[in-house]
């Protein structure tokens, strides 16, 4: 179960949004467990990611996933996204995928991302490049460059789409002109 949550973590929490927060703390601290138990739901989620990575803590995935599924019943959109996930890799595809949606909803970069992948893809979901196409976009805008590249790949390729190189290659630029 760590490594998969593990694989998990670095898969849909490392590096895709771009937001001016506070680093999260990465190894269990008694204030984690008390700002936690009080309701604050950052700390909440962030309990559940060290519980189940095992970090200052013995490992212990199912209690993990509780503290974060309580963040994700306050609508928090970051935890909503990884209970999502975790519930679709586990067999719980439904489910899953609402709380995914609820979080793209919210306007969470990496949960519209991953919507865009599962529509393009047709994974647990009749294929829908529509969709797939309006969340890479509302996460590309949320600052997720990967799904810029993804809509230039789609245009490129013709993929569901007219092919259409110009406008592909406009997309492959677009997650770079911010750093010019």
Partial sequence: MRSFCLLV???????????????????????LKLRAEQGDLRSQHQLGVVLMQGAGVPENAEEGFR????????NYAPSQFLCGVILRTTGSSDQGLELIERAAEQGL????????????????????????????REAGEGGNGDAFTNL???YWDGNGVPKNRKK?????????RDWE
């Fill in 152 to 154: 230039g790949y789609i």
């Fill in 67 to 74: 503290w974060v599924g309580k963040a994700s019943q306050k």
């Fill in 9 to 31: 973590m670095l898969m849909f929490t490392g590096g895709c949004a771009r937001r001016a927060e506070m680093p999260p703390e990465t190894t269990y601290s008694p204030e």
């Fill in 168 to 176: 592909g290659a406009g997309y492959f630029k677009k997650p770079y």
């Fill in 109 to 136: 970069p990496e949960a519209q991302m991953s919507l865009g992948l599962i529509y393009l893809g047709g994974s647990g979901v009749p294929k829908d490049i529509e969709q797939a196409i309006y969340w890479f």
